[in-house]
Each structure stands twice: as structure tokens, then as C-alpha cells.
């Protein structure tokens, strides 16, 4: 020890006190400082590692909710209408589940899948292989299923409301995803009996194109392809947000959707995903301001009435102008029809309600073609409706 410091800890007068006082708070100080900087640290490496593996990531869905716990994953479908409420238990470990969930061990490599949605999910996550049964071949545009109901690898088992229960048995499937329209499937204490977990699927409730394409993170839980589905849907935001960014601002033309059957027109109502994906291209849709996620049900009258001058015509589900033409007289009065802006998925109607949802930006994609190129660009989906 130096004297200097010697006198003042030897004789501590009232500047020795004080300089005693001074270096150990100062001592104190840096304590407290390089512990706040240690907790701070650990504290921020424990919140990253949190956020990067939490499940609690939904954005843009509102029926799917997915959150991790210890030992696996809660998921909760909702179908808002009826206020009911799915809740599955995912876990790679044989577990009980919480109470009131249902307990799925996953991955599952035995699906029976019902919906066309997620047969595009699973398309895109390489996981066709876990499709065991269908509802119809004639709906199916992956060529990988095609060719493994050809090799009896994938069974057709029927529509929902006339499923054969005997081919679902036989198909060997540990569980049937079906699009949730009443709720509860059809046969549930049969199969349950059986050891099959129907899961119902409310896709198509969701009012924006993201949420109804979020779903493949549930598809990607059940098939172990979680991590694929994630990558998949973070670069999809990226490219469909983009597009939106760069054309949802824009005053585009007059739109209008959709078909009529007997007197009655079927068209997206306001809050739909439909109408969102013509709002985020920059469409005037005729009838962006009504309400409801579904469809509205519109008499022809009014239609023809609204519609005279509307730019574009989408999803007339007739493939043909001729054929339009004869529904009604007026029809052919349409500027739509004048100027042949007149387009449909028709053409490939397999491919479009098997990727479209997960897809969403070459939906917008073909939209933003049609309204600023007039589809003389190629389309991917779309086609125009010609003579």
C-alpha cells in the first residue's frame, strides 16, 4: 500500500472518512452495475430463446390459436359462429393431456384428409405420403396423390355427409381432418371408438388471406413439419405484404365477383378473405362495405342493376361468354362483358381450391395482372373467360 493511502487508513481524519466512504461506494457502484449488465444479459438470452421457440405466434388467424407448454403444444380451432372451441393436445411424448383437450402424439404419418386446403398444405410441406384417404379423386391436383390413390396407397372414402366409415377404418388413418361446416363430424363416437381423432378445420372462416394460409402451421404441428411450415409462412408474409405495399394504395378499377344459381347471386361479402385480397390489390369492389365473411346472397336484379359499368368481372364460374350471355339478356349490356375484363379460375378449378389458400400471393398476384395488365401477362390461377 502506497503512503498516501497508508496515512489516510491509519489517521482517517474527516477527508480520510471520506475517502474511504468515496471507494467504497464507488466499489458498490460498479458491483451493482456489472450485476444489472449480467442479469440484463442473461435476462435478454432467455427472452430470445422464449421468442424463438414459443408457438404462441398466430398473426393473422383468427379460429387457430397455438401455444406451447413443458411438454407439447395446446391448440385451440374455433369456430366463432357457433362459439365453440376444439382444444387438442400435441405431444411427441405419450402424456395426459389437460383437462378438456383431446390428446394427439405427433407427428401423425396416417391422415385422412377431407379438405382440399390442406391437401395444398401438405403438398407444400412434403408430407403427401400422410395422406391414407380422400374424399374424391376427381377434386385432387397433386400429381403425388393422384398417383398414390392410383397404387391403392391413398383410399377414396366419400364426401362427409356419405363417408364410408369401413374404407376410414381400413385406411389405416390415426386421424380425419374435415372442414368444421356443422361443427361436429358426422360419425365421431365411431371413429373415436376406432381410435381415429376427427379434427375439424375452420379455414375457411378466416377474413384475411394470411390467416386462412396460417393454418399450415397447425398442418406442419400434426405431420412433424412444424419448422417447414414456419419458414414457409414467414417468407410468404414477406412477398404478399410486399405486393400489398406496392399496389393496395392504388385507385384501381370497379370490380365484381361471382355467379348466379336459380334467381339468386352468390358473391364475397365485405369482410371476407375474398374481398380483402381485391382491397389489398387495389380493386373498388362493388360491395367492399356490406358485412359477414361468407358469401352474400344477392338477388339478379339488383346485380345486373349495380353492375352495367363495372370494369371487371371475376369468378363467373362459367367459363365461357356466350354461355353468360344467355343467363340473362342484360348480361351482355355489361362493360365487363363489352370488353371481354372477364376472368375465372375455371380453367383449373382443381389447382385453385387446392393452393389458393396457401398460395394467397399468386392470387394477388394474378389480381394485380388483371386490373393493371389486363391479363396479358401470364397468369397463374386465372384465366380469361373467352368465347
Not at 374455433?78 to 387438442?88: A, L, R, V
Not at 374424391?136 to 391436383?141: C, G, H, L, P, S
Not at 339478356?329 to 365487363?336: A, E, H, V, Y
Amino acid at each position: 500500500m502506497n503512503n498516501h493511502l497508508k496515512t489516510y487508513f491509519l489517521n482517517p481524519g474527516l477527508s480520510g472518512i471520506f475517502f474511504v466512504w468515496y471507494s467504497c461506494f464507488r466499489a458498490f457502484f460498479y458491483l451493482i452495475i456489472c450485476t444489472w449488465t449480467i442479469l440484463s444479459c442473461s435476462s435478454e438470452a432467455r427472452k430470445e430463446i422464449a421468442i424463438r421457440n414459443s408457438t404462441g405466434f398466430i398473426r393473422y388467424a383468427n379460429c387457430l390459436e397455438i401455444d406451447s407448454v413443458s411438454n407439447g403444444v395446446k391448440v385451440h380451432l374455433i369456430q366463432p359462429e357457433q362459439k365453440d372451441t376444439f382444444k387438442f393436445f400435441l405431444s411427441t411424448q405419450s402424456t395426459i393431456a389437460p383437462k378438456n383437450y383431446t390428446y394427439l402424439k405427433v407427428p401423425i404419418q396416417d391422415l385422412s384428409i377431407l379438405s382440399a386446403t390442406q391437401i395444398g398444405m401438405l403438398e407444400k410441406l412434403g408430407a403427401i405420403s400422410a395422406v391414407k384417404a380422400i374424399a374424391d379423386e376427381r377434386y385432387i391436383f397433386s400429381p403425388t396423390l393422384r398417383s398414390q390413390v392410383k397404387n391403392g396407397k391413398s383410399l377414396v372414402i366419400g364426401q362427409l355427409d356419405n363417408i364410408s366409415i369401413e374404407r376410414l377404418l381400413k385406411s389405416s388413418a390415426k386421424a380425419v381432418v374435415f372442414s368444421g361446416f356443422s361443427g361436429e363430424f358426422p360419425h365421431a363416437e365411431v371413429v373415436r371408438k376406432a381410435g381415429i381423432k376427427p379434427i375439424p378445420i375452420f379455414d375457411w372462416k378466416e377474413n384475411h388471406p394470411l390467416g386462412k394460409a396460417e393454418w399450415i402451421k397447425f398442418i406442419g404441428y400434426l405431420v412433424g413439419k412444424q419448422d417447414e411450415a414456419i419458414d414457409y409462412f414467414k417468407q410468404l408474409e414477406i412477398r404478399y405484404n410486399q405486393l400489398k405495399k406496392d399496389y393496395s394504395k392504388r385507385k384501381g378499377p370497379t370490380v365484381f365477383c361471382g355467379n348466379v344459381t336459380g334467381d339468386i347471386w352468390y358473391t364475397p361479402a365485405g369482410e371476407s378473405y375474398h374481398a380483402q385480397l381485391l382491397k389489398d390489390a387495389g380493386a373498388n369492389y362493388r360491395y367492399s362495405s356490406t358485412k359477414g365473411v361468407g358469401s352474400l346472397s344477392l338477388s339478379l336484379e339488383r346485380v345486373i342493376k349495380d353492375n352495367l359499368t363495372t370494369q371487371f368481372w371475376l369468378n363467373p364460374g362459367i367459363p365461357e361468354l356466350n354461355r353468360l350471355r344467355a343467363i340473362h339478356p342484360l348480361i351482355g349490356q355489361f362493360s365487363s362483358v363489352k370488353t371481354t375484363h372477364v376472368f375465372c379460375y375455371s380453367q383449373a378449378m382443381n389447382k385453385y381450391w387446392e393452393l389458393a389458400a396457401i398460395e394467397p400471393d399468386k392470387v394477388l398476384s394474378d389480381f394485380i395482372q388483371i386490373f393493371y395488365s389486363k391479363g396479358k401477362e401470364k397468369l397463374y390461377f386465372y384465366q380469361k373467360v373467352t368465347n
